[in-house]
């Protein structure tokens, strides 16, 4: 139990940046568990999608290649290892850790504009996107 405890505070604090949230009612605190627990996945889930702009490995059948026997550690394919010494992509963008590409993806804002005079109907304004952004919303399948 003391493991889940940990891995919890450490995903609150470090990945999430969550505040404590103290909750008194059963269905609150369930329905906090489960939104934590939502998000943890999700978060999970992403350095994989995310990898070909990370310093991860994203060429794992290559670098399973390079393994000389089970029992020897992990190598790193070609492609990590050029990654990680010249901090670029294959497409020449820069390579993120996860928690500077979440850093640069917290920039992308949407802007409600309210234009003089009022009776000009609201509008939304988005945020143009890096090239860096564009790939990580491409790598995720998400559109704007």
């Known amino acids: ?11 609150k604090l470090v990945d999430l940046q969550v505040r404590p949230i103290y909750h008194r009612l059963a269905d609150r605190v369930r329905a906090h568990i489960f939104l934590c627990m939502l998000a943890y996945y999700v978060e999970w889930h992403m350095p994989g999608a995310l990898a070909p702009i990370l310093f991860d490995d994203d060429d794992q059948a290559n670098a399973a290649v390079a393994r000389t026997s089970i029992i020897a550690p992990a190598q790193r394919s070609a ?4 990654k990680a010494a010249h901090k670029l992509t294959s ?27 009022f009776s000009v109907p609201t509008f939304d304004k988005i945020t143009q996107l890096t090239p860096v952004q564009q790939q990580a919303f491409d790598l995720l399948g998400l559109q704007l």
């Open 1 to 11: 139990m003391s493991v889940v405890e940990r891995a919890f505070r450490s995903f």
């Open 79 to 82: 492609k990590a290892r050029h």
């Open 91 to 117: 497409d020449g963008l820069p390579v993120h850790s996860f928690q500077s590409l979440l850093a640069d993806l917290a920039t992308v804002v949407k802007n409600t504009v309210q234009p003089q005079p």
